[in-house]
């Protein structure tokens, strides 16, 4: 098990842009990735990532504006979205421990942390 400690959310105008970042706490994970949930919604996959920024997929919402990184020196990830639209509002979660790869499925991961809120308005 690991610990995940999410950062880097906030308000910002549609347009703008963002960099969440997933501090892990013990040994780094080979597969990690973001989700968001949003009031009433469904927790999606937003983007996973492999061990060595060879392998990533991205949710057809965000691609071309989002792009997930990590270094594994610092034990964090990153997700930045640039062109932010109101519906990309969310409490995004980094999850880390994925049984079967960079998947974007919520029942493949083993360790979530407590989430970064992100506000973009009009």
């Known amino acids: 098990q690991v610990r995940l400690l999410e950062s880097g959310g906030g308000s910002v105008q549609a347009g703008g842009s963002l960099r969440l970042s997933c501090v892990v706490t013990g040994e780094m994970p080979i597969y990690m990735a973001w989700f968001r949930q949003a009031p009433g919604k469904e927790r999606e996959g937003v983007a996973c990532?492999?061990?060595?920024?060879?392998?990533?997929d991205y949710a057809d919402s965000v691609k071309g504006r989002a792009t997930i990184s990590r270094d594994n020196s610092k034990n964090t990830m990153y997700l930045e979205i640039n062109s932010l639209k109101p519906e990309d509002s969310a409490l995004f979660y980094c999850?880390?421990?994925?049984?079967?790869?960079?998947?974007?499925?919520?029942?493949?991961?083993?360790?979530w942390g407590q989430g970064t809120q992100v506000t973009v308005s009009s």
């Open positions: 990532i492999g061990f060595r920024n060879s392998n990533s």
């Open positions: 999850a880390a421990r994925s049984n079967r790869g960079c998947r974007l499925e919520r029942n493949y991961y083993a360790d």
